[in-house]
Structures are given as structure tokens and as C-alpha cells.
């Protein structure tokens, strides 16, 4: 993925005589690093493990930004922990028109193939591991309701039946769901939709087929509003539609199934999966 800031000339002229610091070394501040030097802007990072910085790039830690960039703009590069980044750079004395925030950088709206192309399939992988240790050994059937590389069925048994509905469709880039195509009859003992039902502008027709065709169990992840209020952030990630936790969880309460678990992805830290169960 690579940013493309809507006000981009702007910007690089507002960075090109004073120094910038990206505050935060994870993946919005690589990003951000990278349309730096793309337009040739000097920077460097700030991280509580700047220690741990591989590249030429210089990294210094929080406790050395007032003495080593006293008069540096200040971006704070993080999606989950932007108004923690804020607030700290404040208690340190620096002046809020020094502050920026990564929404200045990111560009309205991110094409869907750039959001795939960025994933850290990897992670993906893991992820499928960690929450199939929630299906029982003794289920029959699996149904995968997640988008491309269906990973889930690497980590279940031979003997158990799965099944990944072809439902996706995309209008304007933002994915729908259409369960048009789908077997009338078809059903499973459980069911998965990891990290993809916050993207779908029909949420509820998703939800409805999920909790119809299941019969034990289903395995969610989501980003509730509670964790990522920003509309305009949810939207550029392609992030549709806002349930909050609570609404989430009422939603499938009321169509027979109740939150049995519930856990914090292990790579995402707004990212949350939940199983609910039939009574």
C-alpha cells in the first residue's frame, strides 16, 4: 500500500524546511516513512523501542524527542493509539500546532486489491490457527464465510466438512454480500468469518445467514466502534458499516445465538473475535 494524502503538495511544502518526527515504528509509520522519502522529506522515528530500529534510518526514543527535536512537527503514526500519542506529546510540553496526526498523510479512501496486497498473510495464517482451537473436535462441518486464502481448513481434521460460500461481491469497491447463489439446504455445525464482516455494506444479510445455516457455533472477529470511533478512518480501510460491541452482540442474541467467549486478536489490537453459541 502506498499513501497518497489528499492535500499532498501542501503537506510537502509544510514539511520541507522543518524537521519531521513519525512517532511510532509499526506499520502506519513505515508507511508514512516510505511517502517521505518518496518526496524527499527528512525525518526520524520516535518509539519506546527505537533500540530495536534494523534500518540507516535514525530512531530516537520518546524521552529524547523535546531535547534532540525541539522544534520538529511531530506525526502521531498510529491508528489504535493516536489520542494516547496526543495526549503524551502535550504532558511533554510540545505545542499542539507541532502535532500531526496520520489522517493528514492517508488518502480518503483505499482501494480494496491495495488493502489485500498489504495484508500480512502471514498473521492471517496464525490467526486461523489460534481461533479453529475453538471448534470442537467432534463437529461435522465447517463453513468459512472468510475472503480468499481460506487458511481454517489447514488446521481442522480430515474427516470434518468444509465449505467456503461463494457470497462476496463488490459494487464501487465496497464489498456486498449476495447469498443468491447459495443451496437453499446448505448448512453447517459451525461456522467462521474472521476479519471480514466489518467491510460488507450489508452487514445484517450476513449475519442472518449465519445464524440460519448454523447449527452449533459461530466464530467472529469484528472492529467494534467502542475500538475505532473515527468514521472517516473506518472508511478509508474500507471498514462499512459501525456496530458497536454491544450492538454486535445483540444482533446475534436475537437471532438465537449467545457470546460464549471473546478475545483480542493477537496482531490487531482493536480487532476482537468472539464465539457464540447456540443455548
Same mark, same amino acid.
Given at each position: 500500500?502506498?499513501?497518497?494524502?489528499?492535500?499532498?503538495?501542501?503537506?510537502?511544502?509544510?514539511?520541507?524546511?522543518?524537521?519531521?518526527?513519525?512517532?511510532?515504528?509499526?506499520?502506519?509509520?513505515?508507511?508514512?516513512?516510505?511517502?517521505?522519502?518518496?518526496?524527499?522529506?527528512?525525518?526520524?522515528?520516535?518509539?519506546?523501542?527505537?533500540?530495536? #530500529?534494523? *534500518?540507516?534510518?535514525? /530512531?530516537?526514543?520518546?524521552?529524547?524527542?523535546?531535547?534532540?527535536?525541539?522544534?520538529?512537527?511531530?506525526?502521531?503514526?498510529?491508528?489504535?493509539?493516536?489520542?494516547?500519542?496526543? /495526549?503524551? =506529546?502535550?504532558?511533554?510540553?510540545?505545542?499542539?500546532?507541532?502535532?500531526? *496526526?496520520?489522517?493528514?498523510?492517508?488518502?480518503?479512501?483505499?482501494?480494496?486489491?491495495?488493502?489485500?496486497?498489504?495484508?500480512?498473510?502471514?498473521?492471517?495464517?496464525?490467526?486461523?490457527?489460534?481461533?479453529?482451537?475453538?471448534?470442537?473436535?467432534?463437529?461435522?462441518?465447517?463453513?468459512?464465510?472468510?475472503?480468499? #486464502?481460506?487458511? =481454517?481448513?489447514?488446521?481442522?481434521?480430515?474427516?470434518?466438512?468444509?465449505?467456503?460460500?461463494?457470497?462476496?461481491?463488490?459494487?464501487?469497491?465496497?464489498?456486498?454480500?449476495?447469498?443468491?447463489?447459495?443451496?437453499?439446504?446448505?448448512?453447517?455445525?459451525?461456522?467462521?468469518? =474472521?476479519?471480514?464482516?466489518?467491510?460488507?455494506?450489508?452487514?445484517?444479510?450476513?449475519?442472518?445467514?449465519?445464524?440460519?445455516?448454523?447449527? #452449533? *457455533?459461530?466464530?467472529?472477529?469484528?472492529?467494534?466502534?467502542?475500538?475505532?470511533?473515527?468514521?472517516?478512518?473506518?472508511?478509508?480501510?474500507?471498514?462499512?458499516?459501525?456496530?458497536?460491541?454491544?450492538?454486535?452482540?445483540?444482533?446475534?442474541?436475537?437471532?438465537?445465538?449467545?457470546?460464549?467467549?471473546?478475545?483480542?486478536?493477537?496482531?490487531?489490537?482493536?480487532?476482537?473475535?468472539?464465539?457464540?453459541?447456540?443455548?
Amino acid at each position: 500500500m502506498q499513501l497518497s494524502p489528499k492535500n499532498a503538495d501542501e503537506l510537502i511544502a509544510q514539511l520541507s524546511s522543518v524537521p519531521l518526527v513519525i512517532y511510532g515504528m509499526g506499520y502506519v509509520g513505515r508507511l508514512i516513512g516510505e511517502w517521505c522519502g518518496q518526496n524527499r522529506i527528512s525525518y526520524i522515528f520516535c518509539d519506546k523501542n527505537a533500540g530495536q #530500529k534494523e *534500518s540507516g534510518q535514525t /530512531a530516537i526514543y520518546p524521552e529524547q524527542l523535546t531535547e534532540v527535536c525541539p522544534k520538529a512537527y511531530i506525526v502521531a503514526a498510529s491508528i489504535n493509539y493516536q489520542d494516547e500519542i496526543r /495526549a503524551r =506529546l502535550i504532558d511533554m510540553g510540545v505545542d499542539e500546532s507541532r502535532i500531526l *496526526s496520520y489522517i493528514d498523510f492517508w488518502p480518503e479512501k483505499v482501494d480494496w486489491s491495495e488493502l489485500e496486497a498489504s495484508v500480512d498473510w502471514e498473521n492471517v495464517r496464525k490467526r486461523a490457527e489460534i481461533f479453529a482451537a475453538w471448534i470442537d473436535p467432534s463437529v461435522k462441518s465447517v463453513a468459512d464465510y472468510s475472503f480468499e #486464502k481460506n487458511f =481454517l481448513r489447514d488446521f481442522l481434521p480430515q474427516s470434518m466438512r468444509y465449505e467456503a460460500p461463494d457470497y462476496i461481491r463488490f459494487h464501487e469497491n465496497v464489498p456486498y454480500a449476495d447469498f443468491s447463489g447459495t443451496d437453499p439446504a446448505f448448512r453447517a455445525d459451525v461456522s467462521s468469518c =474472521l476479519a471480514m464482516l466489518m467491510s460488507f455494506r450489508n452487514p445484517e444479510t450476513v449475519i442472518h445467514h449465519l445464524c440460519t445455516r448454523t447449527e #452449533k *457455533s459461530i466464530i467472529l472477529s469484528y472492529v467494534p466502534l467502542d475500538r475505532l470511533p473515527d468514521i472517516q478512518v473506518r472508511r478509508s480501510i474500507n471498514y462499512n458499516n459501525d456496530y458497536t460491541e454491544k450492538q454486535l452482540i445483540s444482533a446475534f442474541e436475537a437471532k438465537g445465538f449467545r457470546l460464549a467467549a471473546s478475545k483480542q486478536d493477537p496482531f490487531d489490537a482493536v480487532h476482537v473475535a468472539y464465539l457464540l453459541e447456540k443455548p
